[in-house]
Antibody, heavy 121, light 108 residues
Framework: EVQLLESGGGLVQPGGSLRLSCAVS????????MSWVRQAPGKGLEWVSA????????YYADSVKGRFTISRDNSKNTLYLQMNSLTAEDTAVYYC??????????????WGQGTLVTVSS | SSELTQDPAVSVALGQTVRITCQGD??????ASWYQQKPGQAPVLVIY???DRPSGIPDRFSGSSSGNTASLTITGAQAEDEADYYC???????????FGGGTKLTVL
């Protein structure tokens, strides 16, 4: 059974940092591209970042480029999102999502349950 | 343009057919995928590619595409289909992802 479990969310002050983790099981992690997708309270889905299976390629939405860093540890079956210089606009539920294909498709067939990040003083 | 546009809300009578649309320039180059999201839950992939359904998704869900518009059709809508639906695709440069704003489907 495929499982994705996010952790690391919480309350952080503006300008602060947070690192999210997504522990996965049930599939060959190193063969799958992964993404982070967020959803602000009462709002729609927003893609944040993606990383190739090897970790050699990373992509970011303009809204987070230069502040967020996506990474992965294939030996630990874990995806990360380092978030720096956080603002209130980063307040959202953050989901990790698995790419469906063995090549990049950006079709997300499995999602975690989400972890809430709240940026507030 | 790297935006996908969806109608904010659509309603359908129980058992009838409803089409939810998604418009954007990137859809001329890339197929969309569609996600169903119920309150308090993570999104679920319902359609991807030309018209493919993941295992476990009922065959009343189907997808199509023409020009800059992708469509999700639910044939014989059920009460449990009431949810928010989001489309996504690559953006025009191919390495980023865009989501539509979402459509709230009400089953009457």
């Amino acid at each position: 059974e495929v499982q994705l479990l996010e952790s690391g969310g919480g309350l952080v002050q503006p300008g602060g940092s947070l690192r999210l983790s997504c522990a996965v099981s049930g599939f060959t992690f190193s063969r799958c591209d992964m993404s982070w997708v967020r959803q602000a309270p009462g709002k729609g889905l927003e893609w944040v970042s993606a990383i190739s299976g090897s970790g050699g390629s990373t992509y970011y939405a303009d809204s987070v480029k230069g502040r967020f860093t996506i990474s992965r540890d294939n030996s630990k079956n874990t995806l990360y999102l380092q978030m720096n210089s956080l603002t209130a606009e980063d307040t959202a539920v953050y989901y990790c999502a698995k790419d469906l294909g063995s090549v990049t498709t950006y079709y997300f067939d499995y999602w975690g349950q989400g972890t809430l990040v709240t940026v507030s003083s | 343009s790297s935006e996908l546009t969806q109608d904010p809300a659509v309603s359908v009578a129980l058992g009838q057919t409803v089409r939810i649309t998604c418009q954007g320039d990137s859809l001329r180059s890339y197929y969309a995928s569609w996600y169903q999201q119920k309150p308090g839950q993570a999104p679920v992939l319902v359609i991807y590619g030309k018209n493919d359904r993941p295992s476990g998704i009922p065959d009343r869900f189907s997808g199509s595409s023409s020009g800059n518009t992708a469509s999700l059709t639910i044939t014989g809508a059920q009460a449990e289909d009431e949810a928010d639906y989001y489309c996504n695709s690559r953006d025009s440069n191919g390495n980023h992802v865009v989501f539509g704003g979402g459509t709230k489907l009400t089953v009457l």
